[in-house]
């Protein structure tokens, strides 16, 4: 799932470079004035901005619960070897017990 993501955030980020990329070439071959060329560069660098702080932000997030599920992972794993471990441990327990009650065989 977090494969997924992070696909899926290469594929915005590719997608938003080239659409940049793409307005910048219209407005420089478009027939305005500088100026308003020079304005609408910066109205579509704002707007990539943001987006791009929009996108960084989501990714901090996704990495923050990708973090929080891997803790949970490692804690319900350490969970189950701890519990093995115990349940080896009465194993071991149990039969040192019984071979002391048997006592020492005669033959």
Do not use: C, H, W
């Amino acid at each position: 799932m977090a494969d997924d993501r992070g696909t899926s955030a290469m594929v915005f980020l590719a997608f938003l470079s080239g659409a940049t990329m793409g307005a910048v070439a219209a407005l420089l071959l478009a027939p305005q004035s500088g100026d308003e060329s020079r304005d609408q560069i910066r109205r579509y660098a704002r707007r990539a901005e943001n987006d791009l702080r929009d996108l960084a932000g989501r990714a901090g997030e996704a990495f923050e619960e990708a973090v929080d599920q891997g803790k949970e992972f490692v804690d319900s794993k350490r969970s189950v070897l701890r519990e093995a471990f115990d349940a080896g441990r009465e194993a071991i327990k149990r039969e040192r017990g019984r071979v002391q009650d048997a006592g020492p065989e005669r033959g």
